[in-house]
T-cell receptor, first 116, second 115 residues
Framework: SAVISQKPSRDICQRGTSLTIQCQVD?????MFWYRQQPGQSLTLIAT?????????ESGFVIDKFPISRPNLTFSTLTVSNMSPEDSSIYLC?????????????FGQGTRLTVV | AQSVAQPEDQVNVAEGNPLTVKCTYS??????LFWYVQYPNRGLQFLLK??????LVKGSYGFEAEFNKSQTSFHLKKPSALVSDSALYFC?????????????FGIGTKLQVIP
């Protein structure tokens, strides 16, 4: 299994500013994932972060708005840039690990962001 | 493209009664299916998964889910609900048609267990 720590757990930010969310995993993983969970909605994958290469963004998400770093196999950051109230969401970090014959996903506790 | 539907926004059940949270899916290949639970102010927690084998899958906290290929469903069940089961439940699917496929989540179903 994997233990994932996210910081901060919550924040209230002014529009136009940026927030960087940190994700620390207690074991080395190849792929790390960043999701957004908007109020009353499901999880939406923002991007996949591999160590040593640029993140792969899903449709509707761009690097200028959500820059991601992946400096090593246990750590990643997601920055929400030039924030607006529409960015108010829970942001979740996730990793996948092989468990026996299968791959299982583990999630951080999330970062609850409110933009005012 | 793959998709997941959770047709109920909320399910209310009396404590001690059986509960069912519904999920249907659509994939082009064979499905990998998952259930996650999200308690207030906490991250997603894995409950159970179906990859292959027995259609009835048993998971954490007494939950189980039945894979029904003909109905493309993977409903979550528990024989006797507890008040502490009240949470948001997400069904998720991944297509095993080759290469890396991302996980797609349903919109979530809020389970309210009434004392």
């Amino acid at each position: 299994s994997a233990v994932i720590s996210q910081k901060p757990s919550r924040d209230i930010c002014q529009r136009g500013t940026s927030l960087t969310i940190q994700c620390q995993v207690d074991s080395q993983v190849t792929m790390m994932f960043w999701y957004r969970q908007q109020p009353g909605q499901s999880l939406t994958l923002i991007a996949t972060a591999n160590q040593g290469s640029e993140a792969t963004y899903e449709s509707g998400f761009v690097i200028d708005k959500f820059p991601i770093s992946r400096p090593n196999l246990t750590f990643s950051t997601l920055t929400v840039s030039n924030m607006s109230p529409e960015d108010s969401s829970i942001y979740l970090c996730s990793v996948e690990m092989v468990q026996g014959m299968n791959t299982e996903a583990f999630f951080g506790q999330g970062t609850r962001l409110t933009v005012v | 493209a793959q998709s997941v539907a959770q047709p109920e926004d909320q399910v209310n059940v009396a404590e001690g009664n059986p509960l069912t949270v519904k999920c249907t899916y659509s994939v082009s290949g064979n499905p990998y299916l998952f259930w996650y639970v999200q308690y207030p102010n906490r991250g997603l927690q894995f409950l159970l998964k179906y990859i292959t084998g027995d259609n009835l899958v048993k998971g954490s906290y007494g939950f189980e889910a039945e894979f029904n290929k003909s109905q493309t469903s993977f409903h979550l069940k528990k024989p006797s609900a507890l008040v502490s089961d009240s949470a948001l439940y997400f069904c998720a699917v991944r297509d095993d048609s080759g290469g890396y496929q991302k996980v797609t989540f349903g919109i979530g179903t809020k389970l309210q267990v009434i004392p």
